[in-house]
């Protein structure tokens, strides 16, 4: 049983582009968490997705970000016109159900230009 | 402002020792504690959970400890092996009356075990 895949595992972005994350949860898992560890900090909930709907998206910010997961097909973060300070690597995780047991992906790191 | 709060950054300790990471917590809702352990360039890797019910959980070499009234748990690691070291992530769920079982979490705390 794979675990949780993330792609790509390095993104470097310049200010302005458009970066896409995904994550592709483990084998029977439908639900996914997205969170983001900014340098020398630790990890923010970002965003709780089951299959096609967004459950709780209180981390996420109001503008340029948005996730989806869709009934076939992996998890998408998707971040328009990125930043310098949206450098950070954005961890995804999976869990059967709602347990709290969340098995995390290694993670992407972006880096903006 | 910091729910979780793990306030030890780094902890070394000798390889056969105990190793003790502590986590303070300030949301009487949490109910629902986890440990994490992550090495660099890698996700983080579930160790070992406990339930507000509960104010103990052993796994091998691993234990969790809970003290509600004081609002904090320690992570117990003995005996400490080189292999242990890494960064440690205490988390915290909070009680929601739905699904929602996002994970509030410390800033970690680098744990070294010295041969």
């Known amino acids: 049983n794979a675990g949780v895949m993330q792609n790509p595992r390095h993104l470097v972005r310049r200010r302005g582009q458009e970066a896409r994350l995904r994550c592709s949860p483990m084998k029977g898992h439908s639900h996914v968490y997205w969170y983001r560890q900014l340098p020398e900090e630790g990890l923010k909930f970002m965003v709780y997705?089951?299959?096609?709907?967004?459950?709780?998206e209180s981390g996420m910010p109001k503008e340029r970000f948005s996730a989806e997961f869709p009934k076939e097909g992996p998890s998408i973060l998707r971040i328009q016109q990125v930043v310098r300070g949206d450098s950070a690597a954005y961890f995804c995780?999976?869990?059967?159900?709602?347990?709290?047991?969340?098995?995390f992906g290694p993670g992407t790191r972006l880096t903006v230009t | 402002d910091q729910q979780v709060k793990q306030n030890s950054p780094s902890l070394s300790v000798q390889e056969g020792r105990i190793s003790i990471l502590n986590c303070d917590y300030t949301n009487s809702m949490f109910d629902y504690f986890l440990w994490y352990k992550k090495y660099p360039a890698e996700g983080p890797t579930f160790l070992i959970s406990i339930s507000s019910i509960k104010d103990k959980n052993e796994d091998g070499r691993f234990t969790v400890f809970l003290n509600k009234s004081a609002k904090h748990l320690s992570l117990h690691i003995v005996p400490s092996q080189p292999g242990d070291s890494a960064v440690y992530f205490c988390?915290?769920?909070?009680?929601?009356?739905?699904?929602?079982?996002?994970?509030?979490w410390g800033l970690g705390t680098s744990l070294a075990v010295n041969p």
């Open positions: 997705l089951q299959k096609e709907n967004i459950i709780d």
């Open positions: 988390a915290a769920s909070p009680d929601n009356a739905g699904n929602n079982r996002k994970l509030i």
């Open positions: 995780a999976s869990s059967p159900g709602v347990s709290t047991e969340q098995y």
